[in-house]
């Protein structure tokens, strides 16, 4: 059903979602990195 | 606006019954029911926990709790209040009206949206099993810390530390995936026509909600991480004793707990002026320049936060960057405040029970943030820091600006999502009975604060004897006065009189279109904006 609606951007969903969970993963990581390095 | 509307596709409704359609459930609807049930439980087991701390502080000396317990209470009732009852509130309406109001037919992630719900209720058992297991001889009670964890008291904690750690991971991967959920359903869901400065303020106010949890949740589970590292596996990260820095934490700690003020309060900011222009019967006013301020709040809530400890010692410079840049975030908040008041400003308006929480909403949430400025003085937080001129401030901030809010929230779009009107009689009572056990409650312990009295304490000096005791007699009033809440929810979820489709006169927006309830999947064919 959600097939037809429409699409803003010119990324998938699932593009827009990886890359969101990327940055938050990766934030995750540097802050303990940060951290460690102190 | 105008808009096309949708049809009632009920070819599309069939869904599994009883208690397989709220586990597999993958309608925004569904889950937003979800959350709000959740949050309006975990608000009265939050409440309880208050009521207790509340009850030992009704005269001086020890009755009724233990130090230990009471400190415990104390933490896990922060912890449920913030995490499990005021966030999954905005979570439940960001999942019943974004879709609806951007004319998406659900959200974009429908699966990760069922899995970021269901995380919720293990992570509030691992809150509050420690309360139950010491009552076994298992462990030594939940986190007695306060919500902040801070070391050393927290690397020194019992069991009760870890399981909310634990339970920190899980709402902190909940809010991730939800917040990736809203900001793929805005960016990508929109009806055509629904551009980004045409969104309702609800819209804006989550979407930036979102970023900021992105932002900041990782930090706050990579601090609680290393915490558990320290407290199980040997490292010296925040451990004075083994060379740590346990001021460090309380960084990381602000870094996230700041901007979550802004968390809990974005989305009621969002709604707030919807309300107003309804029962102003006018249109809003300055939409682009609250769009703008909600931007300026957001940023600037990631670059204040070491305003919460300017007391632990830090350069001069540092703390008056710190001081500056908090009293920066009144700009933006003044824009809105401005804009609120002039919305109403000679409209045609009128009190139904919405319009009665917001407007209080707006007179007791300008005393929150009043009374921050305050203690963004450096000098002056010296005095405050620790008092209960700050518990005072933040329940101005967070019950009334977030918990009040909400409740305006509730009773605006329930006849839209039950399809049946509350009882009005009854929405007024609970709004001044609210209003005034809150005031009752927390303008004392102003008072207690400016006198010296600290905060997170079973006993006191005799002198706070009677502020203390208005406090505690107004909490229980307060708290009992929330069980009209729930019986004119429950009332109205099971009938009443018929909602229109437009409900409020003056209601503008997509979700007013729809039928009231709104069918199972709505927009199944798009709307268009014009």
Known sequence: MMDNQNKNTKLSNKKIALILGGVALLWYVMAMYSIWQK | ?530
Request: a neutral charge; charged letters at 10%; one cysteine or more.
């Open chain 2, 1 to 530: 606006m105008s808009t096309t509307t949708t049809a009632h596709h009920d070819e599309h409704a069939e869904h599994p019954t009883g208690i397989m359609r709220w586990l597999t459930t993958t309608n925004h609807k569904d889950i937003g029911t979800m959350y709000l049930t959740f949050s309006l439980i975990m608000f009265f087991v939050g409440g309880a926990m208050i009521l207790g701390i509340r009850a030992e502080l009704f005269k001086p000396g020890l009755q009724l709790i233990n130090p230990d317990f009471f400190n415990q209470l104390i933490g896990v009732h922060a912890l449920v209040m913030i995490f499990a009852a005021l966030m999954p509130a905005a979570t439940g309406f960001a999942n019943w009206m974004i879709p609806l109001q951007i004319g998406a037919p659900d959200m974009a992630l429908p699966r990760l949206n069922n899995w970021g719900f269901w995380l919720l209720p293990p992570s509030a058992i691992l809150l509050t099993l420690p309360f139950t297991l010491a009552l076994f001889g298992i462990g030594d009670g939940a986190l007695a810390t306060g919500w902040t964890f801070y070391p050393p008291l927290s690397v020194q904690g019992g069991i009760g530390v870890d399981f909310a750690i634990f339970a920190v991971h899980l709402l902190g991967i909940s809010s991730v995936l939800g917040s990736i959920n809203i900001i793929v359903t805005v960016f990508n869901m929109r009806a055509p026509g629904m551009t980004l400065m045409k969104m309702p303020m609800f819209v804006w106010g989550w979407l930036i909600t979102a970023f900021l949890l992105i932002a900041t949740i990782p930090v706050l589970a990579g601090a609680v991480t290393m915490l558990l590292t320290d407290r199980h596996f040997g490292t010296h990260f925040f451990d004075a004793a083994g060379g740590g820095d346990p001021i460090m934490f309380q960084h990381l700690f602000w870094f996230f707990g700041h901007p979550e003020v802004y968390i809990l309060l974005l989305p009621v900011w969002g709604f707030i002026p919807q309300i107003l222009e309804t029962f102003s019967r006018k249109p809003m006013y300055g939409y682009k320049a609250q769009v703008y301020s909600f931007w300026g709040v957001g940023a600037l809530s990631v670059v204040v936060w070491a305003h919460h400890f300017f007391t632990a010692g830090m350069p001069v410079p540092a703390l008056l960057y710190f001081m500056y840049s908090t009293m920066a975030i009144s700009l933006p908040l003044a824009v809105m405040f401005f804009c609120w008041i002039k919305t109403m400003w000679r409209g045609s308006m009128s009190f139904e029970t919405p319009m009665l929480f917001t407007v209080g909403w707006i007179i007791l949430f300008g005393i929150g943030g009043l009374t921050g400025l305050v203690l963004a003085d450096v000098a002056a937080d010296a005095q405050y820091h620790n008092s209960y001129f700050i518990v005072a401030h933040f329940h101005y901030t967070l019950f009334a600006g977030g918990i009040m809010g909400i409740m305006a929230g509730t009773y605006y779009w329930l006849p839209k999502m039950t399809g049946h009107m509350y009882n009005e009689k009854l929405g007024k009572l609970h709004f001044w009975l609210t209003a005034i056990s809150f005031n009752l409650t927390f303008i004392p312990q102003f008072f207690l604060g400016l006198a010296g009295m600290p905060r997170r304490i079973p006993d006191y000096a005799l002198q706070f004897a009677e502020f203390n005791m208005i406090s505690s007699i107004a909490a229980f009033t307060l708290g009992i006065s929330q069980l009209l809440f729930v019986y004119n929810i429950i009332s109205c979820v099971k009938g009443g009189k018929k909602a229109t489709d437009q409900v409020w006169e003056g209601a503008k927006g997509l979700e007013w279109t729809l039928p009231s309830p709104p069918p199972y999947h709505s927009f199944a064919e798009q709307p268009v904006i014009k």
